[in-house]
């Protein structure tokens, strides 16, 4: 079985999917889009050795392809009708996140996708850690007794991209990349209820058009009774970034290093005994294969499109939190 692949939005983490596509057997790169034609094409030469079809309006390729699956990886800023129109094409679905930078949008997304019934998949690709995997498998056991406490720390120093640093393009540092961490904290510890956050531009106040926030920080409230903080800043180390997060249950004082290193501590005996898990999977290539399964054997991926939306929610909601200066009800798409 060969399944023709497109992607829309051929820039930087394009590369990786398309890295990962270029190795997977059963995968034939048939079609790029970039409104960049340039972009396009060198992804064809790269990738597809110059065979694959070039786009610069992804409506046209959408229709004209036919394709299994269809990467979207276009800046928040730049979503509009292109996860309806491969719904309505039946075609199936890899996209970034944010999946949008409105609840509105990212609802017609979840609606048309399941109107359509084709799979999705969200780039959330930290769900797919071997150590979270690890402690998503002890919560399933009910193993780790109840959730207390998430706390997550974000760390870099950059000016990324241009339409990065406008908050009109990405919606911020946290809606476009803490945003991770935040889905980690929905993924481990369940649906949020309220947030009261807080958020401010220290040090890049003079960057020009830099009108997102620099530092952040933020206490969520679960349905469960559990609490999490998640704090960011770009003001850190330069070109380092530094992502970790621990997890307090009855039963389990865990503290990931990252998405496949972790340290669990157990709590439940009186002496101390701890489980290492460390690896280097390749979390890309794990939320692609992961996505080729649900297609061949017709079942629901580990992030599908409505998990997009839940996770945009609750950033949506942070933002709201600082703006308005009030703790803010998360509302559950
Ligand atoms: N999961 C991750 O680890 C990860 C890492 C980086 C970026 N991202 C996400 O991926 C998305 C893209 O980020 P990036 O860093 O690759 O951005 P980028 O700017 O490097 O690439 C985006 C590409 O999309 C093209 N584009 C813009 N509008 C278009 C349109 N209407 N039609 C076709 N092409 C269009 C641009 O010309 C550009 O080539 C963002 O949502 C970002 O948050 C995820």
Same mark, same amino acid.
């Given at each position: 079985m060969t399944l023709r692949v497109g992607i829309i939005g051929c820039g930087g983490i394009a590369n990786k999917h398309a890295e990962v596509l270029s190795r997977i057997k059963e995968i034939s790169l048939v079609a790029f889009c970039d409104i960049i034609e340039g972009n396009a094409k060198s992804f064809n030469e790269k990738y597809a050795k110059g065979k694959a079809n070039v786009y610069t309006d992804y409506t046209k390729m959408l229709e004209k392809e036919r394709l299994d699956i269809v990467y979207i990886c276009l800046p928040?800023?730049?979503?509009? !009708?292109e996860v309806e129109i491969a719904a309505e094409n039946h075609t199936n679905i890899f996209i970034e996140k944010? &999946?949008?930078?409105s609840l509105e949008l990212a609802k017609n997304m979840v609606r048309v996708t399941e109107k359509y019934s084709v799979k999705t998949q969200v780039?959330?690709?930290?769900?797919?850690g071997s150590a979270v995997e690890y402690f998503k498998n002890l919560e399933s056991k009910d193993e780790t007794g109840n959730l207390v406490l998430f706390i997550g720390r974000y760390f870099c120093n950059s000016l990324h991209s241009? *339409? *990065?640093?406008e908050k009109a393009k990405s919606g911020g540092q946290v809606v476009e990349q803490i945003i991770h961490l935040y889905d980690l904290s929905r993924y481990l510890?369940? @649906?949020?209820k309220s947030t009261f956050s807080k958020m401010n531009n220290i040090?890049?106040? !003079?960057? @020009? !058009?830099?009108? &997102? @926030?620099d530092v952040s920080a933020s206490v969520i409230k679960f349905k469960n009774g559990s609490l999490a903080t998640i704090a960011a800043t770009?003001?850190? &180390?330069? !070109?380092k970034w530094i992502f970790d997060f621990h997890v307090v249950s009855k039963n389990y004082t865990s503290y990931f290093l990252s998405p496949n290193v972790v340290s669990i501590t157990k709590t439940d005996i009186p002496w101390e005994n701890s489980i290492e898990i460390k690896s280097d999977r390749d979390l890309y290539e794990a939320e692609t294969l992961d996505l080729i399964s649900a297609i061949k054997e017709n079942k629901s991926t580990r992030t599908p499109m409505i998990e997009g939306a839940r996770s945009l929610s609750l950033v949506l909601s942070v933002v709201k939190s600082a703006e308005e200066n009030r703790e803010v009800e998360v509302e559950m798409v």
């Open positions: 928040p800023f730049a979503h509009g !009708n944010p &999946i949008a930078l780039g959330f690709m930290s769900r797919f241009p *339409w *990065w640093r510890m369940g @649906e949020p040090l890049h106040k !003079n960057v @020009e !058009n830099y009108t &997102i @926030e770009n003001c850190a &180390i330069p !070109n």
